[in-house]
């Protein structure tokens, strides 16, 4: 090996080992629409870019109502401790997020009843400290969930029209070819034994075949 090789290996291995680090936490965006009386997972990952590095993370949420202009506290999580200091969500939301631990990635919650006053925008901001040998980093991250109560969850239009266009396809593709079928062998069988005994190997393959080939295959004999 030359040592432009001997470099690249460690290099690779480096970049695998990366993105199987990466891979191990995905930043997915939160649901958006809480159904009335039911609960509601507030979704919010902040991934760690540097997995080797020891970290602590809190995670505070906040939330502006609709129509209004300020978002107040209403969640925290410090030290494996939560805390809800406002009353309008006493009782009513849970830690949802990576669990014991204080290298927090996931700072999920759940509200556990929702009403129609909890429509809004909620705020999640992640406040992460790297310690390295020497020094200790600090960084944040803030996501923003608006969120949307609905009576009950309805399907889109587009969603349900695509799966009644796939029966349909579905059901014409098997009709068609049973028609196919029966019209290749009321064509065939017009022509007399014979010639029904010579194409009784290629029935099969002129059932699926389109009606030019069957044409064709019967003009032939
Ligand atoms: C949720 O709250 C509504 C009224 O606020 C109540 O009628 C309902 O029973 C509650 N549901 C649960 C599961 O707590
Ligand atoms: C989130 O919290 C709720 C209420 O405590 C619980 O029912 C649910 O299983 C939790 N989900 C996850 C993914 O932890
Ligand atoms: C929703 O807000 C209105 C006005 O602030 C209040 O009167 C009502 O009790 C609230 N409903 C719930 C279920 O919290
Ligand atoms: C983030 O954490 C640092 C150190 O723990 C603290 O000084 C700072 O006030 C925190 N910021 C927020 C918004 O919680
Ligand atoms: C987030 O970090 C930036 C610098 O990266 C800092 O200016 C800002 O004040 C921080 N915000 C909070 C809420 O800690």
Not at 66 to 81: P, R
Not at 127 to 132: E, I, K, M, S, V
Not at 156 to 185: D, R
């Amino acid at each position: 090996m030359s040592a432009v090789q001997l470099l690249l290996v460690p290099l690779a291995l480096w970049a695998l080992q990366a993105s199987l680090c990466h891979g191990a936490c995905v930043e997915v965006d939160s649901d958006t629409d809480a159904v009335v009386n039911q609960g509601f997972k507030l979704g919010c990952i902040s991934c760690k870019m540097r997995g080797e590095v020891p970290a602590e993370a809190t995670v505070e949420w906040s939330f502006m109502p609709k129509g209004e202009s300020e978002f107040t506290k209403i969640y925290s999580y410090e030290d494996l401790m939560s805390d809800i200091p406002d009353e309008r969500f006493y009782e009513r939301l849970d830690w949802n997020g990576s669990k014991k631990t204080k290298d927090l990635q996931d700072g999920s919650i759940y509200i556990l009843n929702v009403t129609w006053n909890d429509t809004g925008t909620y705020r999640c901001i992640f406040n992460r400290t790297l310690t390295f040998t020497s020094y200790e980093f600090h960084t944040n991250a803030t996501k923003i969930v608006n969120l949307n109560v609905v009576p009950r969850l309805t399907r889109g239009i587009a969603s349900i029209l695509s799966e009644v266009m796939m029966y349909v396809t579905i059901i014409g593709l098997q009709v068609w070819l049973v028609v196919e079928m029966i019209y290749c062998y009321r064509k065939i069988s017009a022509q007399g034994e014979e010639a029904l005994r010579e194409s009784a190997a290629e029935y099969l393959a002129i059932a699926s075949e389109s009606k030019e080939n069957c044409a064709m295959v019967a003009v032939t004999e």
